[in-house]
């Protein structure tokens, strides 16, 4: 299992562009780190920097980051919009795949000793790797800011850092290391330059204040644009989601005669962020799919391109597929295709509840019809990976038969290896014709619950799943055939079997 974790250090430069070229430059310095994005706020005057790989490698390039921006910043002659106690201000460490927050609980401690012991900057931990409950929130371990900080180290034992001496490295501050879910960094620009209103809306929305769970926010004044912004923090989008915090911005930002006149995403944001808030209009400017941290990392580490553009044609998506299909190669075949019939009857039937949930007719079925949502979604996920699946167990069988038989041993082995990867390419496809089948019956439920302009949809969502079931027990079928194991055969035939009965049943599709 790859072990991935993200982190996202800010630095206090937002002026500069050669500054911060030379910080991601060190930081770009360490095999298997890749930076991902970088973000520049010259009203804050700070960047934001985004990389993921391995975690070792990952805090090795952190930290020459810091060793950088201790090189070229200082703090002394640092003005912005944005609190800040460093040079470096904060390094947090995110948990992405085969890494626990424990893990980076650990990381952040043994990356704060390092900063100490090669750059003399005294660390506070914070988050997950607070080592003090008052040091939780970054909001208390910067309040002062630097120059606030730096008198009260001198007479406050309690403002005391948890790594190195009590007292702020001359030009580089402190360093705020730590481990937290994943953060969205999200601002909502408003039609006004008074802050006081901006500060009024972050004071009503967010949690310290009484307002929403998992929200951090405040006033900032963009001089540059002669606005005001609300800047806002999320720490957990699951428990509280973009779209939520955007409409109470709206809701307070009308009590004082101004409106929102759009947002922006600082940084990456997840996919899944997206995808609760499709149902609102967030006002995003200038966004892409580039932004999407699955894709960025996706990219970095496939070398997969991305196609960035926002106002490309359907057919522009679906084309690249479409020509893989029709290439004269034997994947991706008929069982990628299949799976990719069922992703699209899913997908379908997420716009079928969606849209139903909207709508004050179908008030009494949101609940259901959201946990249908949910469902539908895991559905299409799943047997979108499964299109690679199968092209891959396919080519595994292909480079089966290419393997040598010229003595008996060989011979031996490249028959065992063709039995096993046609097993891979049977029981890939019958995964596609167990999801589809259930898929099919979940489809079904739903027909009483959503809109009655929704049927027509729901009758397409359908077809689709049985053409994906009826298709991926023809790829089952086909390679049973070469498959010398009769008990395997006659097991995988009886699962044939009770799958084409449960598709009979389920497979009635009304007409809208």
């Known amino acids: 299992m790859k072990r991935l974790i993200e982190c996202v250090p800010n630095f206090s430069e937002g002026r500069d562009a050669a500054k911060v070229d030379a910080i991601v430059s060190a930081i770009s310095s360490v095999a298997g780190v890749y930076v991902l994005d970088r973000e520049m706020d010259a009203d804050h005057n700070r960047s934001v920097v985004t990389l993921a790989g391995e975690p070792e490698a990952v ?7 810091v060793g950088k921006a201790m090189e070229l910043l200082d703090l002394t002659k640092h003005t912005g919009a944005h609190p800040r106690v460093g040079a470096t201000d904060v390094v947090p460490f995110i948990p992405i795949e085969g890494v626990s927050i424990e893990d980076c609980v650990a990381l952040a401690h043994r990356t704060g000793h390092e900063i100490w012991s090669r750059y003399r900057i005294p660390v506070f931990f914070y988050e997950a790797a607070a080592k003090r ?46 481990a937290r879910k994943f953060l969205i960094a ?88 997206i995808e609760m808030t499709a149902d609102f209009f967030l006002q995003l400017e200038s966004f892409s799919p580039a932004q999407v941290f699955e894709n960025k990392l996706a990219d970095a580490l496939g070398g997969v391109p991305l196609d960035t553009g926002k106002d490309g044609k359907l057919a522009s ?108 390419a049977s029981e890939v496809p019958l995964g596609v014709a167990e999801r589809t089948v259930a898929l099919l019956e979940r489809l079904g439920q739903l027909d009483a619950i959503v809109a009655a302009s929704m049927k027509s949809d ?51 599709i009304t007409t809208a």
């Open 59 to 65: 805090a090795e390039a952190a930290l020459r980051g």
């Open 133 to 178: 409950p008052d040091r939780v929130n970054l909001e208390n371990v910067r309040r002062g800011q630097f120059e606030g900080l730096r008198e009260e180290m001198k007479h406050n034992h309690e403002r005391q850092p948890d790594v190195g001496e009590p007292k702020l490295h001359p030009t580089a501050g402190v360093t705020v290391v730590g």
């Open 186 to 273: 999200y601002n909502v620009n408003l039609n006004t330059a008074d802050v006081g209103i901006a500060n009024k809306i972050a004071k009503a929305i967010r949690f310290s204040s009484g307002g929403l769970r998992y929200v951090k926010s405040m006033g900032v004044e963009l001089r540059a644009r002669n606005l005001a912004q609300v800047s806002i923090n999320l720490t957990d989008f699951e428990q509280t989601p973009m779209h939520r915090v955007y409409e109470m911005v709206k809701r307070e930002a009308e009590r004082y005669g101004a409106v929102p006149i759009g947002s922006e995403i600082v940084g990456l944001i997840p996919k899944k962020a």
């Open 317 to 424: 998506l679906a084309r690249p597929f479409l020509d893989a299909v029709a290439a004269p190669t034997a994947t991706p075949g008929g069982g990628s295709v299949s799976a990719f019939a069922g992703a699209m009857a899913a997908a379908l039937g997420q716009m079928v509840a969606g849209l139903s949930r909207k709508k004050k007719s179908q008030a009494a079925h949101v609940e259901q019809l959201s946990m249908e949502l949910d469902a539908l979604r895991r559905d299409s996920d799943e047997l979108a990976a499964a299109i690679d699946r199968d092209a891959a167990s396919y080519d595994a069988v292909m480079a089966a038969f290419k393997l040598p038989q010229g003595n008996a041993d060989e011979t031996r082995q490249r028959e065992a290896a063709i039995q096993a990867a046609t097993r891979g």
């Open 458 to 508: 729901l009758v397409v969502a359908r077809g689709m799943a049985v053409a994906a079931a009826q298709g991926a027990l023809a790829n089952v079928e086909i390679n049973l055939d070469g498959i010398s194991d009769s008990a395997y055969v006659a097991q995988m035939r009886a699962k044939i079997a009770a799958l084409r009965e449960l598709l009979g049943n389920a497979s009635h």
